[in-house]
């Protein structure tokens, strides 16, 4: 835990480096939030779902009032629950437990009469950390892709708490385009994530 919280400080720090040479306001966060984790493969989406947390850092660059650039960087819990797995010893149920470092970039468009509510939409690359599976508690990671990557869109609403504070709640939807499964030989399989999210801006 500690290597993942000192990724997401340096991501910030590189992050501020690059806004900090932009003109325009900047606003950085942070956020918490729950997880809805599943799989798709051959166009169907399977049922069990993994619950699971998100937990990062957020900057957010103003181009305009109505315009601005996001990117978050999270510690992003991922996976699906009766999944399959096939060994040597034969087939069996089990939950699959993926967690990534996911870093989304999107454009955030912001509306209403306050511009207090927002959509954004863009591109998200996710970095496996580690993967597991529960019913024998084995280390999966060497299955699986060490990347995932998809398309990230969500709507927001901030709520003014001071001058220069804002807590916001956010709904998000990522739909994985990449294989999650290293050397696949069968249907592709994708993830998909639904989260509602919680934090401040400052």
Avoid: C
């Avoid at 720090?13 to 003109?23: M, P, R, Y």
């Avoid at 984790?37 to 993994?50: E, F, P, Q």
């Amino acid at each position: 835990m500690t290597k993942i919280f000192t990724t997401l400080l340096v991501v910030l720090g590189i992050s501020t480096t690059a806004f900090s040479q932009t003109k325009g306001t900047t606003q950085f966060g942070a956020t918490i939030g729950y997880n809805a984790s599943t799989v798709t493969a051959s166009g169907l989406t399977n049922s069990d779902y993994r619950s699971g947390f998100n937990i990062g850092i957020v900057a957010d660059h103003y181009f305009s009032e109505s315009w601005s650039i996001k990117v978050k960087a999270l510690y992003d819990q991922k996976g699906w629950n009766s999944g399959y797995l096939e060994t040597g010893n034969g087939s069996y149920t089990t939950n699959y437990q993926l967690d990534y470092l996911t870093i989304p970039v999107m454009a955030n468009w912001h509306f209403g009469r306050t511009k207090n509510w927002y959509l954004n939409f863009g591109p998200y690359l996710s970095f496996l950390l580690n993967a597991k599976e529960t019913a024998n508690s084995m280390d999966v990671k060497s299955i699986f892709s060490s990347t995932d990557a998809g398309l990230d869109v969500g709507i927001g609403i901030k709520f003014p708490v001071s001058n220069s504070t804002k807590f916001f709640i956010e709904l998000n939807g990522l739909a994985g385009v990449s294989d999650l499964v290293k050397d696949n030989q069968g249907s592709t399989l994708r993830s998909s994530v639904s989260a509602i999210n919680i934090g401040l801006n400052f």
